[in-house]
């Protein structure tokens, strides 16, 4: 589902966390915020992936970076985790042992 689809277009970075987190779907972004892992930890949820396409979010890179993403999330749970997927790697926070 997408934000219009839920209609979330326009909710507050907070709004859409929480929702994510409630619902346990994955949180698929080009919003780095979403990185702050104090201020969104990845542990609660399915998982965020963040698609790092700098200044060119064009329809293309972002087909890329989603290419990339799901080639190594074939093998890796995306539970609980922070991925971050940019130009030639796919960065994955582990959630806190501690949690």
């Not at 979330?8 to 949180?27: I, S, T």
């Not at 700098?54 to 999330?73: E, K, M, N, P």
């Amino acid at each position: 589902m997408t934000v219009r689809d839920q209609p979330l277009e326009g909710a507050a970075d907070p709004v859409l966390y929480a929702v994510c987190v409630r619902e346990r779907r994955v949180l698929v972004t080009l919003d780095r915020d979403f990185g702050e892992v104090l201020r969104f930890p990845p542990a609660p949820g399915a998982g965020i992936v963040i698609l790092d396409v700098g200044s060119r979010a064009s329809v293309s890179t972002i087909q890329g970076r989603l290419q990339d993403f799901l080639t190594v999330a074939r093998d890796e749970p995306l539970d609980g985790k922070l991925w971050i997927v940019a130009p030639g790697r796919v960065r994955i926070h582990l959630r806190d042992r501690n949690e």
